[in-house]
Structures are given as C-alpha cells and as structure tokens.
C-alpha cells in the first residue's frame, strides 16, 4: 500500500451543501442529494481537499493519512 495515501470523510449529518468543497477540490469532492461526498475517498496527496478541509464552514470534511489515521486537516 502506498504510504502517502489520504483518505477524505465528509459527515454528511454536519455537511450544509455550500458546495464551497467542490469549487476548492473539484473533482475530488461532489454534491450529491445536496451534500458533499468524496469522488473517492482514498486519494493521492493533494492540497486542493486540505484547502476544501480547511475552508469548510461546517468542518465537515476530514483528511486523515490512510496508514497512521492521522488527521492532517482541518487543524485543530
Ligand atoms: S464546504 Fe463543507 S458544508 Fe459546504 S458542501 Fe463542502 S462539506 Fe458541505
């Protein structure tokens, strides 16, 4: 398994369907029935869905590393 892997979870109870997310990381998030969800939720690294973490006003989205679990953003 590739070490540097990263997994995205969106909550989508919290998520409030902005759509902030997708224009951050398009195509690595997507609405669906009016809320986010990864396009797939193991990923390369890619800074576009840390800034989609991090910008989400509800701090729905988690990126955490796929082999430690460590949660990368949003910073806490
Ligand atoms: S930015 Fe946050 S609240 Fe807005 S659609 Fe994405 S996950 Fe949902």
């Known amino acids: 398994m590739d070490a540097q892997q990263w997994r995205i979870d969106v909550d989508r ?3 409030a369907g ?12 997507r609405l669906d029935a009016g809320r986010a969800r990864p396009v797939r939720e193991v990923v390369e690294p890619d800074q576009a869905v840390v800034d989609a973490a991090e910008t989400c006003p509800m701090e729905a989205i988690t990126v955490r590393s ?3 679990g460590e949660v990368l953003a949003p910073e806490l």
């Open 66 to 68: 796929l082999t430690t």
């Open 13 to 15: 109870e919290v998520c």
């Open 18 to 29: 902005t759509g902030l997310c997708v224009g951050t990381a398009a195509g690595r998030l």
